[in-house]
Nanobody, 126 residues
Framework: QVQLVESGGGSVQTGGSLRLSCVLS????????MGWFRQAPGKEREFVAA????????YYSEAVKGRFTISRDNTKNTVYLQMDSVKPEDTAVYYC???????????????????WGQGTQVTVSS
């Protein structure tokens, strides 16, 4: 059974940076494509970024492209989301997701994802 644990959330001012981490346990990390989603109060969960199992492909939502960077370290079973130039509209609970051998764009579809973390809160103040 896959377990995902996020960390790194917190409060940051507009224009600042934050790095989220997510550790996968229970399965072989290198078999899983990883993604980040977020959900703001009163809104549906939305895709943020994804990276394939071998880190060959990355895919970003238009809302974060050029500001956020997804990466992974297969030796640490960890995926990261580097958030730069953050805006108040980036405020949300951020969730880590995993799907075995999925394409990067496939990861953007949340209905096909079975394994989720518990979420970490990110708050951006103006």
């Amino acid at each position: 059974q896959v377990q995902l644990v996020e960390s790194g959330g917190g409060s940051v001012q507009t224009g600042g940076s934050l790095r989220l981490s997510c550790v996968l346990s229970g399965r072989t990390f290198s078999r899983y494509s990883m993604g980040w989603f977020r959900q703001a109060p009163g809104k549906e969960r939305e895709f943020v970024a994804a990276i394939t199992w071998g880190a060959t492909f990355r895919y970003y939502s238009e809302a974060v492209k050029g500001r956020f960077t997804i990466s992974r370290d297969n030796t640490k079973n960890t995926v990261y989301l580097q958030m730069d130039s953050v805006k108040p509209e980036d405020t949300a609970v951020y969730y880590c997701a995993a799907r075995e051998f999925a394409g990067a764009q496939t990861m953007a579809v949340s209905t096909g994802i079975r394994d989720w973390g518990q979420g970490t809160q990110v708050t951006v103040s103006s």
